[in-house]
């Protein structure tokens, strides 16, 4: 017996992701829903061998499901989160909407488990893409030398920004040297052979709220004491988030222990050799699992400080991934509940 699921944004890139990991993990699906919006009714999207038609939000009963995966914007989640949770099934919300609130936690299954012992809302808060693969990398280290301080700066692909992100990097990419890059829409300045070091809305300190988030969601998700500075940039990359990261901890922690600390937790593989290609780039991470660690060194600017680089499939374990482990959490302790139904 399997769970009655509905992934709320399926035509979406997040979406689409959600039907590939929930096949590829074989989650316990008895009938899944996709749904989207209005102009999407009736559109194909796939799940493993079946093809699903998507159905209207806005018509759907979601007292006939056990579990919401949703994906489908901020702006949604707002309107339709709560109605959602209240009429029965768990939620596992993709967008930002949810993720302060002190009553919903908010998971990284290597991170913070025990999170979702409480569920006040049946909601539950996927963190932002950049988030979550670096407290991925950072859980370990913490604990065995606990963070003071981090400074990142991260190098995040298009599709961070849905499929109107990456039309727009590859419409640009093609008409650059033929008719000139069309003029930005999505971005605020041409993404084609460029970088752009803003993502989200302006805050009054200066800081974007893309950099807003990974501090507080940090602090939520894995200590309040942690101080976090980030520099979040736009790269004309399709799919992969990379981040450089810089560390200071209270306790000494020598490069080569983070290694093999590294090495051996859950959701991390290492690949750090000292020589031409020794390290992973985005693209090497598009479609897979892991959070990939490379460039491994002391930082020695500051007393115990570590320096190195983060890359993950952003759609994967920034978005979709995570969703479907929090799932698979839910169900190995028994809070994913199968209705009933007349
Ligand atoms: N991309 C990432 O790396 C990433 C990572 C973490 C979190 N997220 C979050 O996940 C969410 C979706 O991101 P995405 O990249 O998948 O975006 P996307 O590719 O633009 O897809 C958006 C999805 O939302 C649906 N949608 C939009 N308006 C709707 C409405 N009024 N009613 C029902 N469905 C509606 C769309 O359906 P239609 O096709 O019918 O419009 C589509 O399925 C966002 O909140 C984003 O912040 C994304």
Redesign the pocket.
Same mark, same amino acid.
Do not use: F, Y
């Given at each position: 017996m399997g769970y009655r699921v509905a992934v709320?944004?399926?035509?979406? /890139?997040?979406?689409? #992701?959600m039907f590939n990991i929930l096949e590829e993990v074989k989650f316990p699906v008895d009938k899944m829903h996709a749904? !989207? *919006?209005? +102009?999407?009714i009736g559109?194909e999207v796939s799940f493993g061998n079946e093809i699903l038609k998507?159905e &209207?939000? #806005?018509q759907f009963d979601f007292s006939k499901v056990d579990l919401v995966l949703?994906? @489908?914007?901020?702006?949604?989640?707002k @309107?339709?989160g709560e109605k959602i949770g209240a009429a029965g099934p768990i939620v596992i &919300?993709?967008?930002?909407?949810f993720r302060m609130d002190p009553d919903v936690p908010l998971v990284v299954p290597e991170v913070n488990p025990e999170a979702v012992n409480s569920i006040p809302k049946n909601i539950i808060a996927?963190? /932002?893409?950049s988030t979550?693969q670096l407290v991925v990398a950072l859980k370990p280290l913490h604990d065995e030398a606990k963070i003071k301080r981090v400074v990142v700066s991260t190098y995040? *692909?298009v599709?961070? @920004?849905? +499929? #109107?992100?990456?039309d727009e990097l590859w419409d640009q990419t093609k008409g650059v040297y033929v008719l000139g890059a069309p003029p930005p829409k999505k971005f605020t300045k041409q993404i084609a052979f460029n970088v752009i070091p803003h993502i989200d809305v302006f805050m009054d300190d200066g800081f974007t709220k893309e950099e807003w988030k990974m501090a507080v969601e940090t602090q939520k998700i894995l200590d309040p004491a942690i101080k976090l500075t980030a520099t979040c940039v736009r790269v004309p990359v399709m799919v992969g988030?990379s981040e450089s990261v810089n560390v200071e901890f209270e306790s000494p922690l020598d490069e080569d222990e983070a290694r093999e600390i590294l090495r051996e937790a859950d959701g991390i593989v290492v690949v750090d050799k000292r020589e031409d290609g020794g390290y992973i780039t985005p693209k090497e991470s598009q479609g897979e699992f892991p959070v990939y660690i490379s460039r491994i060194r002391k930082d020695p600017t500051v007393e115990n400080g570590l320096a190195f680089w983060c890359v993950s499939d /952003?759609?994967r374990k920034? !978005?979709?991934l995570?969703a479907v482990q929090i799932a698979q959490l839910l169900h190995d302790k028994g809070l994913l509940k199968r209705k009933v139904l007349a």
């Open positions: 709320v944004g399926a035509t979406g /890139n997040v979406g689409r #992701e749904i !989207a *919006s209005r +102009k999407s559109v998507c &209207d939000l #806005e949703m994906s @489908a914007g901020g702006s949604i989640s @309107a339709w &919300d993709n967008s930002s909407h996927n963190p /932002n893409c979550a995040q *692909s599709s961070g @920004a849905g +499929k #109107e992100g990456m988030h /952003n759609l920034g !978005a979709a995570n």
